[in-house]
């Protein structure tokens, strides 16, 4: 796959395991997380960045590199695959990735072909994006409220990275 995958998490334990799987699932480009503007550079590179997030005791934590991701400036970057990957399938923890506009939520276990399956889903197919002054991310009835937000699809492509193919302000139900 011609893309780049940053982990966001610790060195050891569950984010160097990351860094190995990144590897296996045939990622030219395994970096650690330093920065957007790291992210940033890399997408001129390889234009499709993923971000693959590991376990953590609580993921609020993970807020601020989330909102960092989901509101960057370049749209390589706001638009680029969040996953994150839970030791254990707690709905909390799932509902406060869902808040914070993460793509996917990956349970244990962590097999190659699960893990390609639900990134393959990711890309070269149109997804549907929700933004309001505090959420940026995949289009979720939870996000549906009565004020303005942009609808916005996209689609994601390793060669040309991500494509916004309509852009529209609406009015939630």
């Known amino acids: 796959m011609k893309a780049s995958a940053y982990v966001v998490g610790p060195s050891d334990g569950p984010g160097a395991a ?3 799987m990144g590897r296996a699932l045939g990622f030219p480009v395994v ?4 920065s957007v503007a790291a992210a940033e550079a890399q997408s001129q590179q390889t234009p499709l960045v993923f971000f693959l997030f590991a376990a953590v005791h609580d993921v609020r934590i993970l807020k601020g590199v989330a909102d960092q991701i989901r509101f960057a400036p370049a749209r390589r970057i706001r638009f680029s695959p969040m ?3 839970s030791e254990s399938p707690s709905v909390d923890a799932i509902s406060r990735c869902i808040e914070m506009g993460f ?7 962590f097999t190659r072909p699960r893990v390609m399956a639900r990134i393959t889903r990711l890309i070269d197919h149109m997804q549907v994006y929700h933004e309001t002054s505090a959420y940026l991310g995949p289009e979720r009835k939870v996000h549906r409220g009565t004020g ?3 609808r916005i699809e996209i689609i994601r492509s390793p060669s040309s990275g991500t494509s916004v ?3 529209e302000m609406r009015v939630g139900l």
């Open 31 to 34: 970096l650690p997380f330093h």
């Open 165 to 167: 193919l309509r852009d």
């Open 148 to 150: 303005q937000f942009r």
């Open 83 to 85: 996953l994150y990957f």
């Open 18 to 20: 990351l860094m190995d």
């Open 103 to 109: 793509d996917d939520v990956i349970t244990l276990p």
